[in-house]
């Protein structure tokens, strides 16, 4: 029905910044909120930053000020941009939408992830 795709993950210093990138495609109707999550070894999954249809915003406290997530609506993507990273933001980082499909019914899907790598 929807497929995500995330891009932008990659191997970068401490202190630099990485962009995410996350399209969404499919039967479509609307998109309610739109998400990043990240996994690090040995660790439960997390909520990193939330942005919903009408714009606002949520962090996890270790990113704030950090991170900024936006969204296209035009386009179905979201975004992260993620600056000043540090060794502990090294993850797999994994878009997720809660996407209405054409048929009005509501359901959550997930990309399949992108490693972001941070040297310290």
């Known amino acids: ?3 995500l795709v995330e891009s932008g993950g990659g191997l970068v210093q401490a202190g630099g910044s990485l ?4 399209a969404a495609s499919g039967s479509i109707f609307s998109i309610n909120d739109m998400d990043w999550y990240r996994q ?3 660790k439960e999954r997390e909520l990193v ?3 919903t249809s009408g714009g606002s915003t949520k962090y ?3 990113v ?3 991170f900024t997530i936006s969204r296209d609506n035009a386009k179905n993507t979201v975004n992260l941009q993620m600056n000043n990273l540090k060794f502990e933001d090294t993850a797999v980082y994994y878009c ?3 996407v209405v499909v054409t048929t009005r019914a ?3 899907f997930w990309g399949r992830g992108t490693q972001v790598t941070v040297s310290s």
């Open 1 to 3: 029905q929807v497929q």
């Open 19 to 22: 962009r995410l990138s996350c």
């Open 40 to 42: 690090a070894p040995g």
């Open 49 to 51: 930053a939330r942005i």
């Open 60 to 62: 996890a406290d270790s």
């Open 64 to 66: 704030k000020g950090r």
């Open 96 to 98: 997720r939408a809660v």
């Open 106 to 108: 509501q359901y959550d």
